[in-house]
């Protein structure tokens, strides 16, 4: 499951995040290859963000670097206080090192509340500890490097300076990048240091956009990069690979010089140009020549900016010879063709940190696999986040980083831990049937087996449609059915994603007192009903009529259509032995799928409505739900 990596490079082994979008607080520690995973809005892509913005050599190029949005809960002024002049907001943020701090108008006035408020306001803070540092990092940062202790996953401060002679200890260096809001530029300002002239020096010192360009940092979005990455726009692959190659085009003259000697559409057969020739006779009658004569078209701008953006490469299509842009290609193909770029650039470089989001865009499973092995064996160290099975399969379990976050915006990092009944070739072998669906969401059902994971879930799907307002799909909910294999197996099928902060359901059939205990002790609610299988607790509770409809409706098989000749005398017989021939094959699923409401056993539908309020509870309701639920008064099918 894990593949061998190329030589031991540079990594990102810390990384610390506060008041960043919908981060509040985050302390993240990365291995040198990791999948980032979990529910979307987790904040995978904002780690990536932050990240870039502490790394990336062309972030801070944008202006401003930051807007209101990517603050916490887009919170970037301090409050102040209508008496008095104090400042009312808590962040207890200090004011970045070269903010406009406004200086007081009068003693107690208005203008030392305004400072206050200055120093207090809430700005982001980032800071990212890159450890085992190449020889040419050494020497450049060599001021401001520390020492990491793999062993402890923090810095060596210790007084004894021999000890950093150990072999889990490493140089390291820390980078932390501020945003704010200046209030005297009605803007917002964000800038990268190096963290220790934070700390030890009068004047912080910048992390500039060379420093940057020495940790290798590239972080390939998803889908959004291709439309320019063949293009000569600063920021694109292709002009990232030039400029590492130290390639520095003597084009644009030539280019300038040919196109304004070309005048579109001068032939007078086309009639353009008598337009224009009569717009300019026009002109001369209201202003004089000085002002602006002869209007012609241009293919451009004639800038070099405007060519840069405009300059794109064309890519030869099918068996012939036609060209058109890349951009026009099919996603796949373009995704590939970001990934050679991406591979050019790891090998000019050699030592590079990449991130990349879902590479299972627009691609075949086989594909996904192999930009895993690919940048896997090109960067010293890699990031992604995903939602294929295909690619999270190629990650080690210490390398699969489950992110979960709490309602007030602190992000953590939970380890997989797998119970003791599940070994790890049992986790590789099912992994994508049975583990990798709940590593990504954030609701779990664990089903007893197979019959109640197809069905369940078909049967809220159906009471939704029928009467939306009282119920609601599991899908709609955020709820993925996982498949524990048996009744013993629930518990610890349970225990592994309520310990990855997962919010955990159950449903069964009747356990005895003591497999009940263990279930009950590991999730939020368990649906079990008193039959001895799901079989009994359909068929005892449904109507005669949906039976018969449904015997009418499938398509026999050979046996039981000899062992029954007239199935419509014996249905509710012969149904019996049907599903338990399709048992785990949707024979249930499919008969509960054509029911109506009140031919649905009411214990599901009050299941249906325990899952749909314990994930949506109203305003009044406790939360809870401990208890199992219990078939009610309705089994005869009515409400």
């Known amino acids: 499951m894990k593949i061998q990596d190329g030589d031991v490079g540079m990594k990102v082994c810390r990384l610390n995040v506060a008041n960043f979008r919908g981060v509040k607080s985050a302390t993240i520690l990365l291995p040198k290859h990791a999948v980032l995973i979990g529910d979307n809005n987790t904040g995978k892509t904002t780690l990536l963000e932050a990240l870039d913005l502490v790394l990336g050599p062309d972030r801070l190029n944008r202006q401003p670097p930051i807007d209101e949005h990517d603050f916490f809960q887009g919170k970037y002024l301090a409050k102040v206080a209508d008496t008095g002049g104090e400042v009312a907001d808590d962040e207890g943020a200090e004011a970045p090192p070269d903010a406009a701090k406004p200086e007081p108008v009068g003693e107690g006035g208005a203008g030392e509340a305004e400072a206050a408020a200055a120093a207090d306001a809430p700005r982001i803070e980032i800071e990212v500890a890159i450890a085992d540092l190449t020889e040419e990092q050494k020497a450049k940062f060599g ?92 920021g694109s692959l292709l002009d990232i690979i030039l400029r590492l190659k130290e390639v520095r085009p003597q084009m644009w003259e030539d280019t300038i010089t040919t196109l304004a000697d070309y005048s579109v559409a001068s032939d007078p057969e086309l009639g353009i140009s008598g ?54 290609q099919g996603t796949g193909t373009i995704n590939m063709l970001v990934l050679a770029m991406l591979s050019q650039i790891a090998e000019d470089k050699q030592n590079v940190i990449f991130a990349m989001e879902d590479p299972e865009t627009a691609i075949p499973p086989y594909a996904q696999k192999r930009i895993v092995h690919e940048i896997r064996k090109l960067a010293s160290q890699t990031i992604f986040t995903s939602h294929s099975p295909y690619v999270l399969e190629e990650f080690a379990l210490d390398e699969t980083v489950v992110l979960g976050r709490d309602d007030n915006g602190v992000l953590v990092k939970r380890a997989v831990a797998l119970p003791d009944s599940v070994k790890p070739k049992r986790y590789r072998q099912e992994f994508r049937t049975r ?44 709820i993925c059915t996982i498949d524990a294999g048996s009744q013993n197996s629930i518990p610890d099928i349970a225990k592994l994603y309520r310990e990855l902060g997962k919010r955990v359901f159950a449903i069964c059939d009747k356990q005895d007192a003591a497999n009940q205990a263990l279930i009950e002790a590991q999730v939020e609610l368990l649906l079990m009903h008193k039959e001895k299988g799901f079989e009994d607790l359909v068929l005892k ?22 062992k029954y000749p007239d199935v419509e005398a014996s249905a509710a017989i012969a149904i019996r032995d049907y599903f338990g021939w399709t048992k785990a094959n949707w024979g249930i699923a499919d008969f509960l799928a054509q029911c109506s409401e009140a031919e649905i056993p009411a214990w599901l539908r009050e299941a249906c409505i325990a899952v749909k309020d314990i994930c949506t509870p109203a305003p009044a309701a406790a939360e809870g739900g401990e208890a199992p639920i219990e078939p009610g008064a309705g089994e005869d099918g009515t409400d």
């Open 275 to 328: 337009v224009l020739q009569s717009i300019n006779t026009a002109l001369k009658k209201y202003v004089p020549k000085e002002w602006g004569i002869e209007p012609h078209l241009k293919v451009s701008n004639l800038t070099r900016e405007h060519l840069r953006k405009v300059i794109t490469a064309f890519i030869a299509t099918g068996e012939g010879s036609h060209a058109a842009p890349f951009y026009r």
């Open 143 to 234: 001021d401001y490097t520390e020492f990491w202790d793999a062993a402890t996953d923090t810095f060596y401060d210790e007084a004894d300076p021999a000890g950093v002679d150990a072999a889990h200890i490493t140089e390291a260096l820390r980078v932390t990048f501020l945003g704010w809001y200046d209030s005297e530029e009605d803007d917002f300002e964000g800038k990268t240091y190096f963290t220790r002239s934070l700390t030890e020096s009068d004047t912080p010192i910048p992390f500039s956009k060379k420093d940057k360009q020495i940790c290798g940092f590239l972080y390939l979005r998803s889908l959004r990069t291709g439309s320019r990455a063949l293009s000569l726009e600063r």
């Open 541 to 562: 509770n449904t109507t005669e009529d949906a039976v018969r409809r449904f015997a009418k409706l499938i398509d026999w098989p050979p046996h039981l259509t000899a």
């Open 435 to 478: 583990f990798c669906e709940g590593l990504l969401a954030r609701r779990i059902l664990v089903a007893e087996g197979a019959t109640e994971a197809a069905t369940f879930p078909v049967v809220c799907r159906r009471l939704s449609e029928l009467k939306p307002d009282t119920y609601s799909s599991l899908e709609a909910l955020g």
